[in-house]
């Protein structure tokens, strides 16, 4: 079963809306947490680590003020995509680190978000 | 130079074909190697991971190169459910999770 859930898989809003996805880690705590955005055609970019009970690390290029993150407690982070706009639209794609078998991370099932 | 090169796609192929991908990562300290598969509007999920002596899954084989840091995959007998994106991942491994992903490789197998 699904370790990881992510909500809402699909949101479809105006342009200058903030929009809100919640990431849980269903059956393990979890410290850190990653924050994916995928656009069409192209990769998976990390776009943030997730930190409980600390301020999020960013990766080079990506907003802090525009991608909002907490993460309050080990099975939550959420991350607000704060006056969102058309160029926002995207995949975002939570994880959660795991060393169980093979797997690095557990992913959640992604929130595509379309602005209008 | 990108960290992880894949070939652009997309493969078009019939079904039974035996397909190959490729891939190349920039990061010479990688330790781990990975194939994923990305269904359209989907999560990733890992296929297989891929050691350094090469290793086999059904009708799927991996393949490492440490030297020429490239990496392969090999879907023989295509069947249409291989339909799918193929995404070569690569961590730096020894306890970090952080993984770099590729572009990833279409794929359409036809009837």
């Known amino acids: 079963g699904a370790v990881v859930s992510q909500h809402p898989s699909w949101v479809i809003c105006k342009s200058g809306t903030s929009v809100k996805i919640e990431c849980r880690s269903l059956?393990?705590?979890?410290?850190?947490m990653f924050w994916y955005r995928q656009f069409p055609k192209q990769s998976l970019m990390l776009m943030a680590t997730?930190?409980?009970?600390?301020?999020?690390?960013?990766e080079q290029g990506v907003e802090k003020d525009k991608f909002l993150i907490n993460h309050a407690s080990l099975t939550l982070s959420t991350l607000t995509v704060t006056s969102a706009h058309p160029e926002d639209s995207s995949f975002y794609i939570c994880?959660?680190?795991?060393?169980?078998?093979?797997?690095?991370?557990?992913f959640g099932d992604g929130t595509r978000l379309s602005i209008l | 130079r990108k960290e992880v090169e894949q070939d652009p796609g997309p493969f078009n192929v019939p079904e039974g074909a035996t397909v190959a991908f490729n891939c190349t990562y920039s990061?010479?300290?990688?330790?781990?190697f990975f194939w994923y598969r990305q269904d359209c509007r989907k999560e990733p999920k890992l296929l297989m991971s891929?050691?350094?002596s090469g290793n086999e899954d059904g009708r799927f084989t991996a393949q490492l190169n440490r030297a020429s840091q490239y990496i392969s995959l090999l879907i023989r007998d295509s069947k249409l459910s291989d339909s799918a994106t193929y995404l070569c991942?690569?961590?730096?491994?020894?306890?970090?999770?952080?993984?770099?992903f590729g572009k990833g490789t279409k794929l359409s197998v036809i009837p």
């Open positions: 994880s959660v680190p795991r060393q169980e078998g093979n797997q690095p991370q557990h």
């Open positions: 997730s930190n409980e009970g600390s301020k999020a690390t960013y």
């Open positions: 891929v050691y350094s």
């Open positions: 059956d393990f705590q979890a410290t850190t």
């Open positions: 990061n010479s300290a990688s330790q781990s």
């Open positions: 991942v690569v961590s730096p491994g020894a306890g970090s999770y952080q993984l770099t």
